[in-house]
């Protein structure tokens, strides 16, 4: 297994916590130079992968629907073609046999607007579409490769951070977490935002066999969050 994330320190503790086999490469994905230099690391150690599960970074809330071209330009950089161009490295270190069975699986973990426009989220909403539109793309342009590419859409995800966003809002409206947690959750059919443990499966099933037979595919992640069909 290979882990990639922009910060050392933390990729060397989770490093640490884990059993078996691994390597723990640094990359920025907003930065060329530095995608550059972990497709060359991969190169050099002669990685062969089987599998990636790509997270781009998402742009925050934002409510101005035409912001200007140098926000989109350092949007993109950081949440599109960087993380693109990561993932056309990963490709490169992939080498599937499909008539032998052995197929390679790209998961590529976008956000819930990807179905679904928010209107607090303006730039997010194109970014995340790019990304179904850039997984359908792949999809057909790989899939006689044996390489399959679906993209995973999150709705409301309890990380660390997101439950400290919450704590913070329950603190300055004078609720308990549970009660903070029951308000914002109150438009969702499952009335609960989803756990890592349970985004983890989900990916952990796309890379599996389970996905032999699924390409393409935008999965919504959300307890019954979208309207769309």
Same mark, same amino acid.
């Given at each position: 297994?290979? !882990?990639? *994330? #922009? &910060? ?6 989770? =490093? ?10 640094? *990359?920025?994905?907003?930065? &060329? ?6 497709? %060359?690391? !991969?190169? /050099? ?11 781009? +970074? ?5 409510? @101005?629907?035409?912001?200007?071209? @140098? ?17 056309? *490295? %990963?490709? =490169? #270190?992939?080498?599937?046999?499909? *008539?032998?069975?052995? #197929?390679? $699986? ?6 819930? =607007? ?19 539109? /850039?997984? $359908? ?22 990380? +660390? ?5 919450? @704590? /913070? #809002?329950?603190? $300055? %409206?004078?609720?308990?977490?549970? %009660? ?9 059919? !499952?009335? $609960?935002?989803?756990?890592?443990? @349970?985004?983890?499966?989900?990916? /952990?099933?796309?890379?599996? =066999? ?20």
């Amino acid at each position: 297994m290979v !882990l990639v *994330a #922009r &910060d050392q320190a933390k990729l060397d503790a989770l =490093s640490s916590s884990l059993e078996g086999a691994h390597l723990s490469l640094s *990359a920025d994905m907003a930065s &060329d130079e530095s995608v550059a230099a972990l497709a %060359a690391k !991969l190169e /050099e150690g002669q990685v062969v992968l089987d599998g990636l599960v790509l997270m781009p +970074p998402q742009p925050h809330a934002a409510n @101005e629907p035409m912001p200007s071209p @140098e926000v989109w330009r350092s949007l993109f950089q950081t949440s599109f073609i960087g993380p693109l161009s990561l993932l056309k *490295a %990963a490709v =490169s #270190r992939m080498r599937p046999d499909p *008539a032998r069975g052995h #197929r390679a $699986k790209i998961v590529i973990i976008s956000g819930i =607007s990807s179905a679904q426009v928010l209107s607090h989220y303006a730039t997010a909403n194109v970014i995340r579409t790019a990304w179904v539109g /850039e997984a $359908k793309t792949l999809a057909f342009a790989l899939g006689s490769q044996g390489i399959h590419v679906n993209t995973l859409s999150l709705g409301g995800t309890l990380s +660390p951070w997101y439950r400290d966003k919450i @704590e /913070e #809002r329950a603190q $300055k %409206a004078g609720h308990s977490f549970e %009660a903070q947690l029951a308000i914002e959750t109150d438009n969702v059919p !499952l009335k $609960k935002y989803g756990e890592p443990t @349970e985004v983890a499966a989900v990916v /952990e099933g796309l890379l599996s =066999s389970l996905s032999d037979h699924m390409t393409g595919l935008n999965i919504l992640h959300d307890g019954g969050f979208t309207r769309a069909y």
